[in-house]
């Protein structure tokens, strides 16, 4: 039986809105403007101090690119120009690779749930969250003679994955000495980005910028990327938006309430279906279980 109801993922409306989103961040002064029924943010748009010219965006595509269809939803990402996609676990990344994917794939989760096999086998950027992470990926290199890219992740307030910000000095020298594992990016993740009034955000990007400080001050040689905004950090504050932005439900072109965005976003699942009933009602009258919807006029 062919039922009427139908979900249907728009690819061109899910390119569109990532187009938008990387010309959006392209733009230094994008931010306070857009910032809708958020209080104006009190600092300046001038783009962090050392900032890259342009932040890139890395695509988040976990939990099946949000129930959208993750082969088809990265592949289509990929060629509308996405140099980096996200996922939540190796088996997520393994799917994505299977579909076709060629650019980098982070994976932001826990390895420790994972069989780490499908980070070499496919090429995959493991996320560097404990002391044991950085020790069981380093003997997996080690093993397998060859060496791996890691993005370090650092809780600044979240309080779930990541090494504590306060704790950094003391825990990454043994993780920074892995010889087979290079720290190619430092990221966190907000709490509260689609909070206004919260003032955990500004912690967070305090201790944020202090943890970079950190990591550099124990010789990373080389330049250390940076990234930390979701789409509601990306939408608040220019200052959060460092050397990679990682929107996920911007790309499906919803914008998290309560924020609201001049960003020229379109849907990009819609649900449709056939009516099949239709019938009169005098005031008065309810409808179904519960009789929830009365109705006020014939
Ligand atoms: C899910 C996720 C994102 C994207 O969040 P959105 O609110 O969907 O933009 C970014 N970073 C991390 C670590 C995530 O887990």
Same mark, same amino acid.
């Not at 072109?253 to 239709?278: C, E, F, K, N, Y």
């Given at each position: 039986?062919?039922?009427?109801?139908?979900?249907?993922?728009?690819?061109?409306?899910?390119?569109?809105?990532?187009?938008?989103?990387?010309?959006?961040?392209?733009?230094?002064?994008?931010?306070?403007?857009?910032?809708?029924?958020?209080?104006?943010?009190?600092?300046?748009?001038?783009?962090?101090?050392?900032?890259?010219?342009?932040?890139?965006?890395?695509?988040?595509?976990?939990?099946?690119?949000?129930?959208?269809?993750?082969?088809?939803?990265?592949?289509?990402? $990929?060629?509308?120009?996405?140099?980096?996609?996200?996922?939540?676990?190796?088996? $997520?990344?393994?799917?994505?690779?299977?579909?076709?994917?060629?650019?980098?794939?982070?994976?932001?989760?826990?390895?420790?749930?994972?069989?780490?096999?499908?980070?070499?086998?496919?090429?995959?950027?493991?996320?560097?969250?404990?002391?044991?992470?950085?020790?069981?990926?380093?003997?997996?290199?080690?093993?397998? @003679?060859?060496?791996?890219?890691?993005?370090?992740?650092?809780?600044?307030?979240?309080?779930?994955?990541?090494?504590?910000?306060?704790?950094?000095?003391?825990?990454?020298?043994?993780?920074?000495?892995?010889?087979?594992?290079?720290?190619?990016?430092?990221?966190?993740?907000?709490?509260?980005?689609?909070?206004?009034?919260?003032?955990?955000?500004?912690?967070?990007?305090?201790?944020?910028?202090?943890?970079?400080?950190?990591?550099?001050?124990?010789?990373?040689? @080389?330049?250390?990327?940076?990234?930390?905004?979701?789409?509601?950090?990306?939408?608040?504050?220019?200052?959060?938006?460092?050397?990679?932005?990682?929107?996920?439900?911007?790309?499906?072109?919803?914008?998290?309430?309560?924020?609201?965005?001049?960003?020229?976003?379109?849907?990009?699942?819609?649900?449709?279906?056939?009516?099949?009933?239709?019938?009169?009602?005098?005031?008065? $009258?309810?409808?179904?279980?519960?009789?929830?919807?009365?109705?006020?006029?014939?």
């Amino acid at each position: 039986m062919i039922r009427s109801t139908v979900a249907r993922v728009d690819l061109a409306a899910l390119q569109s809105n990532f187009r938008a989103i990387r010309a959006f961040v392209a733009e230094p002064t994008s931010s306070p403007r857009d910032v809708g029924r958020v209080p104006a943010p009190t600092h300046a748009a001038s783009p962090p101090a050392h900032a890259t010219a342009q932040p890139a965006v890395i695509a988040v595509v976990k939990a099946n690119a949000y129930g959208h269809g993750d082969g088809r939803v990265a592949v289509a990402l $990929e060629q509308a120009g996405a140099t980096m996609l996200a996922c939540a676990d190796i088996e $997520e990344g393994i799917v994505l690779r299977r579909a076709g994917v060629t650019v980098p794939i982070l994976v932001f989760g826990a390895l420790s749930v994972s069989d780490l096999d499908g980070l070499f086998e496919f090429a995959l950027t493991p996320t560097i969250s404990t002391p044991s992470a950085a020790r069981a990926v380093q003997a997996a290199a080690a093993a397998r @003679k060859t060496s791996v890219g890691y993005h370090l992740k650092v809780d600044t307030g979240m309080n779930r994955l990541g090494f504590r910000h306060d704790n950094l000095r003391w825990m990454l020298p043994d993780v920074l000495s892995s010889p087979n594992l290079r720290l190619d990016a430092i990221y966190t993740h907000f709490a509260t980005a689609d909070d206004p009034e919260h003032a955990l955000f500004g912690e967070q990007r305090v201790r944020f910028e202090e943890a970079v400080r950190t990591v550099q001050a124990l010789g990373i040689p @080389k330049t250390l990327l940076r990234h930390t905004a979701n789409s509601a950090a990306l939408l608040r504050d220019s200052r959060v938006w460092y050397d990679f932005v990682r929107p996920g439900l911007l790309l499906f072109g919803i914008v998290p309430p309560p924020l609201a965005s001049t960003l020229d976003l379109q849907p990009v699942m819609s649900l449709t279906s056939r009516v099949v009933a239709v019938k009169g009602l005098r005031p008065g $009258e309810s409808v179904g279980y519960g009789g929830r919807f009365r109705a006020d006029a014939p």
